[in-house]
């Protein structure tokens, strides 16, 4: 079984500030980790993921989220944050273990809106 | 290069009714996921198609079924509407065994039973 925690609700920050949203996960296997945004309703807009190799990986929009092993965390980071990022934002988690059997889904957590204000 | 359309935008129905959502991937993806986003949750995955086929299923009752045509559009079908099946539901493309790319999601149904 896979899972996704995100323990915040809810993130404010104020713009120009660095952001943060915690990510931490639960498989069985390997992960294949993701961020998607989510503005209201709208579907979800991929960020970025990590697949192998570096820990830290750069995605759209400056944002980066660095992978921790072994604290099974995927946090999203941006240096500077806008206003415009306000949004709802989504990790996702696939464990490598089910492309085996041709399956792929992804497994969500609750989401955290993220609030910048001026 | 359009990505993952989803229709109708808006729906609402009666319980007890049954509906139908329909979804056609970004050109070139083959598999079709649907997720099932409950306001103020994370997006559920009911089942994934394809090659015509249900490969995976989430915890869903068997009033969710779906189908998928040899152009790997998808239809999702809900039975016997209940109050709770009213949600946001997304679709997905992704290329078959290609784990480590990421899914493109459409801009959701937004589905209401009353």
């Known amino acids: 079984a896979q899972s996704v925690a995100q323990p915040e609700d809810q993130v404010n920050v104020a713009e120009g500030n660095p952001l943060t949203v915690k990510c931490t996960y639960s498989?069985?296997?390997?992960?294949?980790l993701f961020w998607y945004v989510q503005y209201p309703n709208r579907g979800l807009q991929f960020l970025l993921k990590?697949?192998?190799?570096?820990?830290l990986v750069k995605g759209s929009y400056g944002f980066e989220a660095e992978f921790n092993k072994s604290q099974t965390s995927f946090h999203l980071k941006k240096p500077s944050a806008l206003v415009s990022d306000s949004a709802l934002y989504f990790c996702?988690?696939?464990?490598?273990?089910?492309?085996?059997?041709?399956?792929?889904?992804?497994?969500f957590g609750t989401g955290t809106q993220l609030k910048v204000e001026l | 290069d359009a990505g993952v359309t989803q229709s109708p935008t808006h729906l609402i129905k009666t319980r007890g009714q049954q509906v139908t959502l329909r979804c056609s991937p970004k050109?070139?993806?083959?598999?079709v996921s649907w997720y099932q986003q409950a306001l103020g949750q994370g997006p559920q995955f009911i089942f994934q198609?394809?090659?015509?086929?249900?490969?995976q299923r989430g915890n869903f009752p068997d009033r969710f079924s779906g189908h998928q045509f040899p152009n790997y559009s998808s239809e999702l079908n809900v039975n016997a509407l209940l109050l709770g099946d009213s949600a946001l539901y997304l679709c997905?493309?992704?290329?078959?065994?290609?784990?480590?790319?990421?899914?493109?999601f459409g801009q959701g149904t937004r589905l209401t039973v009353v």
């Open positions: 997905a493309s992704s290329l078959r065994g290609r784990g480590n790319t990421e899914a493109f």
């Open positions: 498989v069985s296997g390997n992960p294949y």
């Open positions: 050109s070139g993806h083959d598999t």
């Open positions: 198609y394809y090659e015509e086929e249900e490969r």
């Open positions: 996702a988690v696939r464990d490598r273990r089910q492309l085996t059997g041709g399956g792929n889904k992804l497994t």
């Open positions: 990590y697949i192998t190799g570096d820990n």
